[in-house]
């Protein structure tokens, strides 16, 4: 049995929280933050009594923090799926020459997908251990379970989660063309189909729904509203039966696979003297192309109708040969998905090809989806693709591979892998604006029952003041503490011209400081992973103020927790064993998403930002994150 989730000491997670305000906040904001918690901590004061509650409420839970963390994170979350929630993820291309290649991949897909659930259902999977920190030590393996046949559904104050039991009329729905057909993978009299029936029975969807006389209803659209609207939009269909029961088996579905075709080249991110970004596959395609493909589809016009956000995985395949997923995020962290994934490609890889043989006309054809569509939902339809564009025109996405080196470099200077890009990434900001923002990075905590993130904070004071020495000699991009409320952008930093700069720490001395940030950001990471990370014990306290008192109290109406929660900075290590990458939107409107994947010699980076913010820039970001990596090699080889 594995641990429960522990409840930091009240003492310790107020002195980290004050330590994580420092480089990202003013001396007038912390000192308000201080005597709030001065008074909060009191022997006379409400601390004691929240505490109590959480650890109470740990002795009664196998989690005391589940439920607040996903209703916080995700459930009560009422922007759309596709862009601010749903990561996506490129996998590596194809080869297909006819629309038989297409429907052997799919039907290779699917056969995989069900041995790996009937493993699962026999209790075959193999107990992940702890690599390092406590090695060895069991990890929850409980979101393993959670990717097939599970949805997220929409609510008007709050999501809720569809987790099936175990069924034995398993199904899997296709989207092409935004037609969706049922396709069972068990027959009644023999269980499962083979690979050849289930390949036949993709042709047929290949082939019938090109050849319908009418254009399908874009229905997936509604699924990329905001979710109070999609709520609202989802009850009306739920009026007519036949609706109810097609939301029933998409819903059920073990997977939504959306085969695709092509969006235009025009979505791609330009790179840093205007080229477009990222390598080439795929008839032009560049990876950033392909990723945009991932996230959301590519428009009303193109494929986002084809796509049901809330289903947990949709595997998109494509007629050009790129392929991913786009993933709903709620159940599960993307190393359970990436597992999967990585696992049937290696396997399918390894199958020889296969002459197709003829169809077999003993199986009945797949059920097609007939919708009713109302007068009312026809008008939301129309609603949803124009807020559903305008967002998408809005993501400024860039996929961008780092070569001249990758953690094989980054492990002989003895450092790891991830806190060196962490690193990276705040001297990238610095760069650019001058000041830390709050950056998210996630951190596992399957060491506990249960056990999902809590959020390693990489903005330290160790890293300012590294970041700050980096930057000796380039005095228009930095700005001072009392300008921090100022606007975030700073031209200099922007410009292609070289900077005339001059010495006045030593190498020795840079080097020092990189050290002593390195193993600042070391010492957040462990906390966290070992289940004493500040993020999670000040959500808990947060809501215990609420169902204690009715109220929150004020240290998290107070500026420096808003300013703590706004992360301008969201990033995340997605490793891939394939040449892969897994990409995201930021969570705020001025800020950054920065996922990333260390090879052994290069690194590939995922950078998002929005168009409509005047102070972000994708390609401006990876241009800057590029020297900054430079210089971190020139200081440390």
């Known amino acids: ?141 409980a979101q393993y379970y959670r990717l097939l046949g599970s949805c997220r559904r929409p609510g008007e104050k709050r999501d ?129 192309n392909m990723a945009h493909e991932m996230i959301h589809g590519g428009g009303s016009e193109y494929n986002t109708g084809n796509r049901w956000f809330d289903k947990t995985m949709q595997l998109i395949v494509c007629n050009d040969g790129s392929w991913g997923l786009c993933y709903e995020h709620s159940p599960s962290e993307g190393i359970a998905v990436v597992q999967l994934l990585e696992g049937i490609v290696k396997k399918i890889d390894e199958m020889p090809a296969k002459e197709e043989n003829g169809s077999h006309s003993h199986l009945p054809p797949p059920e097609r989806l007939e919708w009713i569509i109302r007068p009312e939902i026809e008008r939301r339809l129309r609603d949803a693709a124009r807020t559903v564009d305008k967002n998408i025109e809005d993501l ?70 590294w970041a700050k020495a980096m930057c000796q000699g380039e005095g228009a991009n930095v700005t001072l503490e009392s300008d921090k409320e100022e606007d975030y952008s700073c031209e200099a930093a922007n410009s292609d011209s070289r900077k005339v700069t001059f010495s006045i720490y030593s190498k020795d001395h840079l080097r020092e400081l990189f050290r002593c940030a390195a193993a600042r950001q070391t010492e957040v990471m462990v906390q966290n992973i070992l289940g004493y990370g500040i993020d999670i014990h000040l959500l808990g306290l947060r809501e215990a103020s609420k169902e204690l008192n009715g109220t929150v109290h004020d240290l998290f109406t107070d500026e420096g927790y808003k300013i703590a929660n706004c992360f301008l900075l969201s990033t995340s290590q997605v490793a891939c064993s394939t040449n892969s990458f897994m990409g995201y939107g930021p969570v705020t409107p001025h800020g950054y998403g920065a996922s990333y994947n260390p090879h052994p010699n290069e690194i590939i980076f995922c950078i998002s930002a929005f168009f409509s913010s005047d102070k972000t820039s994708a390609s401006r970001f990876a241009r800057s994150l590029q020297d900054s990596l430079d210089a971190m090699r020139d200081l440390l080889s």
């Open 1 to 141: 049995m594995l641990p429960k989730v522990p409840v930091p000491t009240l003492d310790q997670t107020m002195t980290e929280y004050q330590r994580v305000l420092q480089p990202i906040t003013t001396s007038q904001q912390i000192e308000r933050t201080r005597a709030i918690i001065k008074q909060l901590t009191a022997p006379n004061g409400a601390g004691a009594a929240l505490q109590q509650y959480l650890l109470d409420k740990r002795e009664a839970d196998d989690n005391w923090a589940y439920y607040y963390w996903l209703n916080d994170m995700y459930m009560d979350n009422p922007l759309p799926l596709p862009i601010n929630s749903n990561p996506g993820m490129v996998l590596p291309p194809r080869k297909f020459t006819t629309v038989n290649d297409v429907a052997r991949f799919v039907a290779r897909l699917v056969d995989h997908l069900m041995m790996h659930k009937e493993m699962l259902d026999s209790g075959g999977l193999i107990q992940e251990r702890a690599t390092s920190r406590e090695k060895g030590q069991p990890l929850c393996m």
């Open 396 to 465: 400024d996405f860039y996929v961008y591979r780092y070569k001249p080196f990758g953690k094989n470099f980054i492990k002989a200077c003895q450092v790891s892998p991830d806190v060196f890009i962490q690193l990276a990434l705040q001297l990238a900001y610095f760069k650019l604006y001058g000041h830390l923002v709050s950056t998210y990075e996630s951190a596992s905590t399957r060491r506990f029952l249960l056990g999902r993130v809590d959020c390693i904070r990489s903005a330290s004071m160790e890293a300012l003041e």
């Open 160 to 288: 809720s989660q569809y987790l099936p039991e175990q069924r034995s009329d398993e199904h899997v729905i296709i989207s092409y063309r935004n037609q969706m057909y049922c396709l069972p993978v068990k027959a009644g009299d023999r269980g499962r189909l083979n690979e050849d029936e289930i390949s036949a029975l993709c042709l047929h969807i290949l082939n019938d729904a090109p050849c319908l006389p009418r254009k399908a209803p874009r229905m997936g659209l509604l699924t990329a509203e905001p979710r109070p609207r999609w709520a609202q939009d989802r009850q009306m269909l739920l009026i007519e039966e036949q609706n109810a029961r097609n939301i029933e088996l998409i819903e059920q579905a073990l997977v939504l696979i959306c085969i695709d075709e092509a969006i235009a080249l025009t979505f791609n991110a330009r790179g840093f003297n205007g080229s477009p970004a990222g390598a080439h596959y795929c008839g032009g395609r560049d990876e950033s």
